[in-house]
């Protein structure tokens, strides 16, 4: 049975590979350098060559990386490396959660150690080439440093909890994982952008004038309560723009880039805004709450039952079976589900951007909203005709050809 599971793992690895390498031709065969005839009011044929360049490069680093990575975790499961881990680690402790948690931060540290290479390369040579990088060596240093602390105070803090709950709760551990889990997530919608946010970034209120003004007009004519309006200073890091809402009850906020700013017209950018409340009034960030928490309460529930199986453990060459071996080969087996769940998401996260499009165009006016969307492309330089086929699997926002249609049909604001 063990070798069965492995040979399984090994298909189901390559399988990934094969399917997303596939993806990817797909989507280059859209690329061209001559302007489509829908993109000309958009791009122009300079920016569109542009565009075209930065998705070759971005794709072929994206290849080396991931056939490497590949690579790697095939030799590492070959040749026992978990094995060897596990030994490892078994030589300076045999308490669980300290195994696992030296395990995982061997792992992880790594892990970081070999992509980061590529990582700056993509940051201060690619993002560099096309305009975009501002992040300087020492913000990149102090990210990575904060990166690792912050994994090891709540990635470890959360795992150990976990272990915990299974060495005392038995059959009955998903639950109490579950309830935590839970509890820990809502804990986070609330308060992360109070709590994690500024140890990377400056928020700060949004100034009175003009744009705040508006805001809140619009905020009051949609019957939603926003005190907080908040402004971050993304262009410490890049020129890309963006804004989101974060937060519930009286925590909810409104967080805008400072980039977004500079580059929008008061009213493109309160088309924006309402497009973000659109997501609230139509409870899309409750909805997907639900749904996240469903999701991780199944997961939960299958690794109960099958983390004791000492199966799992002999799939990746360890006698002793453990929680932290069984989490890997249980991970590893589990990634087809997660593919299909994923998709399942991206497709009902496409049609709540189409909701929230059709509010904010219903109670403000289209035309901001689309020509914000299109200097949101053409600034970040994103690719307007992937193929349908990656759209299908891994878009969680409808292409930017398909939201200015779906706005046509609401016409000339009045």
């Not at 839970?182 to 946010?197: E, G, K, R, W």
């Not at 990377?200 to 309006?229: H, V, Y």
């Not at 949101?376 to 200015?404: E, G, I, K, T, W």
Request: avoid cysteine.
């Amino acid at each position: 049975m063990a070798q069965t599971l492995f040979y399984i793992i090994l298909v189901i690895l390559a399988a990934n590979f094969i399917f997303d390498r596939l993806l990817d031709y797909l989507n280059s065969t859209r690329w061209s350098y001559k302007l489509p005839d829908e993109l000309k009011d958009i791009y122009d044929e300079e920016q569109y060559r542009k565009s075209q360049n930065y998705q070759k490069e971005n794709m072929r680093l994206g290849l080396i990386t991931s056939t490497l990575g590949f690579i790697l975790i095939i030799v590492f499961l070959v040749f026992g490396g978990f094995a060897f881990l596990d030994n490892f680690v078994r030589q300076y402790t045999d308490n669980p959660i300290f195994m696992a948690l030296l395990f995982f931060g061997i792992i992880g540290f790594v892990s970081d150690i070999l992509t980061t290479p590529f990582d700056l390369y993509d940051t201060f040579v690619i993002e560099e080439k096309y305009g975009f990088n501002r992040t300087t060596p020492r913000i990149y240093l102090l990210d990575k440093v904060k990166g690792w602390l912050l994994t090891l105070l709540i990635g470890g803090g959360l795992l150990a909890i976990i272990i915990w709950f299974f060495q005392v709760a038995g059959n009955y551990f998903w639950l109490y994982a579950w309830l935590f889990m839970t509890a820990f997530s809502i804990f986070m919608a609330m308060f992360y952008s109070t709590l994690i946010v500024p140890i990377f970034n400056k928020q700060t209120p949004l100034e009175e004038g003009e744009l705040r003004e508006a805001i809140e007009k619009f905020a009051q004519k949609a019957g939603f309560k926003l005190d907080n309006i908040f402004v971050i200073d993304g262009s410490k890091r890049s020129s890309k723009a963006n804004a989101y809402f974060s937060g519930l009850g009286s925590k909810k906020r409104i967080v805008l880039f400072d980039t977004l700013i500079e580059k929008h017209t008061t009213d493109e950018l309160v088309a924006v805004l309402a497009h973000e409340i659109g997501h609230y009034k139509k409870k899309h960030i409750a909805k997907g709450m639900v749904i996240s928490t469903l999701y991780s309460g199944v997961m939960l529930y299958l690794l109960g039952l099958f983390i004791n199986r000492p199966e799992l453990s002999l799939a990746l060459g360890v006698e002793d079976a453990s929680f932290h071996i069984g989490i890997i080969a249980f991970g590893l087996l589990y990634s087809p589900v997660s593919t299909l769940l994923g998709i399942a998401g991206n497709k009902l996260s496409r049609k709540h951007e189409y909701e929230a499009d059709s509010f904010a165009a219903k109670n403000f006016k289209p035309e901001p909203l689309q020509e914000a969307l299109k200097k949101l492309s053409v600034n970040n330089l994103s690719n307007l005709r992937p193929h349908p086929v990656n759209v299908f699997v891994n878009y969680s926002h409808p292409p930017l050809l398909q939201r200015l249609n779906h706005l046509e049909k609401f016409g000339t604001a009045q």
